[in-house]
């Protein structure tokens, strides 16, 4: 989910590979391994910002949503400028459904990392769930534009686009996320939903009674 905050060049090199090992690890699921690396970077460089990002990664992987929050809030301390730990932050409150202060969180993440399709897909989606439709909606697209084969942001986006029964357009973006992710759920799910409403919705124009 997250990025390191700096290029390779601006750490001493052992910081540089042990930050790259942990990342690795992260990549490869083995989140536990992963943030045992990154504590004992810790160990030795407690101020290393990059290492608690990790850790709030790994952790928000892991669904330990609490501990993933106290390595985010440890890392704004040493830098408030860690757009990684407010995007985290900002999902975590995503999650619980606080809006207002996911959306606080995901726009100095945005401030502070313009352009990043991750955080306008979270930024979008909470502002569309906290009654600003339209402008969450621009947003959702403007991710989407930056990433085009996210399956996530499609059905994100096909989910609002349902929600404001463009059912047509739903449809759409949500059979684009199941042909990238065929395995999903929820997609799936979305889809289905958004499909059935689409034909009942044609029925209804056409003057077919819909049977119950």
């Known amino acids: 989910m997250s990025n ?3 290029n390779d060049r601006d750490f001493p090199e052992h910081i540089a590979d042990a930050l790259n090992y942990i990342e690795e690890l992260k990549l490869s699921g083995e989140h536990k391994k992963s943030i045992e690396e990154a504590e004992k970077l810790l160990c030795s460089d407690p101020d290393c910002v990059s290492a608690l990002e990790e850790i709030a990664d790994n952790y928000v992987s892991l669904d330990d949503f609490k501990r993933a929050e106290k390595a985010c809030n440890r890392a704004l301390n040493l ?27 995901l726009k100095k993440s945005n401030d502070l990392h313009s ?12 502002l569309f769930n906290n009654k600003k ?24 986006l096909g989910i609002c686009y ?13 059979k684009q996320a199941m042909e ?20 009942r919705y044609t029925d209804m124009k056409s003057g077919k009674t819909v049977a119950k």
């Open 180 to 199: 990238i992710d065929p395995d999903n759920k929820r997609i799936q799910d979305c889809y289905m939903a958004a499909k059935g409403f689409k034909d």
């Open 115 to 126: 352009n990043n399709p991750e955080i306008l897909r979270c930024l979008g989606w909470a």
């Open 4 to 6: 390191q905050q700096q």
């Open 79 to 105: 830098n408030q400028k860690s757009y990684t730990a407010n995007y985290i932050l900002g999902f975590i409150t995503s999650q619980k459904q606080d809006w207002p202060k996911a959306i606080d969180y």
């Open 162 to 174: 349902l929600q404001t029964k463009n059912f047509e357009k739903s449809v759409e973006l949500l």
């Open 133 to 156: 439709r339209t402008q969450g909606i621009v947003i959702l697209e403007r991710a989407l534009n930056l990433d085009p084969e996210n399956s996530l942001t499609l059905c994100d």
